[in-house]
C-alpha cells in the first residue's frame, strides 16, 4: 500500500515544535516489554511534559517487531520504538497533525515492512535450517550454553535448530534479556 509522504511529518519535525512551543517542557518513555497480544513485539508509552509539573502530559503508545525486519530496524528496535511513542505523545497535544496523526517515520516504516520478509511466527513448523545470521544472533545472546540446551529440552527440539525454531529462541532470549532489565 502506498501513501503521499508528503501528507505527514516527521518525528523530528514535531520534536522541533514541541520544545519550539514549550521551552521548558520534557519527553520521556518508558518500554513495557513483550505485546501480551503478539509477542513477536514489543512496546512501549511516551509522555510528552510541557512544563517539569504538567500533571496532564501528551501520551503516546507504539509498538515494533521485536526482531528489526529491515536494515534500519534491525539492532534498533527500542531507539525506533522511543521516537514512535514520542511523535505520537506530541501529536496527543495537537502539534504536528495537520493532515494525520501518524507521523512520516511510522508509514515509511509501514511500507518497508510491507516489503520486508515476515518472521516466522511461533508455531509455524518449517524444515528449513536455521540460517547462519541466526545462529550468529544466538550465539552472541545466549546466557549460556546449558540455557540454550535446557530452551531445547523444554521445547523437545533434538538436533539442530530449523528456521522457526530458531526464530522463537531468538525471541525468547529478547523476552529474557528486556526481563532482566526491568527487574
Known amino acids: 500500500m502506498s501513501f503521499n509522504l508528503n501528507d505527514y511529518i516527521d518525528v523530528k519535525s514535531r520534536v522541533a515544535l514541541f520544545y519550539a512551543k514549550y521551552p521548558e517542557g520534557s519527553l520521556s518513555f518508558t518500554f513495557k516489554g513483550v505485546c501480551p497480544h503478539d509477542d513477536n513485539f514489543v512496546w512501549g508509552v511516551a509522555y510528552a511534559h510541557r512544563t517539569p509539573d504538567d500533571l496532564a502530559p501528551g501520551v503516546g503508545t507504539a509498538q515494533e517487531a521485536a526482531i528489526g525486519r529491515t536494515n534500519f530496524t534491525k539492532g534498533s ?90 526464530s522463537d529462541l531468538i525471541a525468547d532470549l529478547i523476552n529474557l534479556k528486556m526481563g532482566n532489565k526491568n527487574d
Open 77 to 166: 528496535v527500542i531507539q525506533n520504538l522511543e521516537s514512535s511513542c514520542w511523535g505520537r505523545a506530541i501529536a496527543s497535544l495537537g502539534l504536528g497533525i495537520d493532515t494525520a496523526v501518524a507521523s512520516r517515520d511510522e508509514v515509511e516504516a509501514a511500507q518497508s515492512q510491507d516489503e520486508a520478509p515476515k518472521p516466522v511466527h511461533k508455531g509455524m513448523v518449517t524444515s528449513a535450517a536455521a540460517s547462519e545470521k541466526q545462529l550468529e544472533t544466538i550465539t552472541k545472546m545466549m546466557p549460556s550454553a546449558a540455557w540454550v540446551a535446557d530452551w531445547k529440552t523444554d521445547h523437545g527440539i533434538t538436533g539442530k535448530l530449523n528456521k522457526g525454531e530458531a
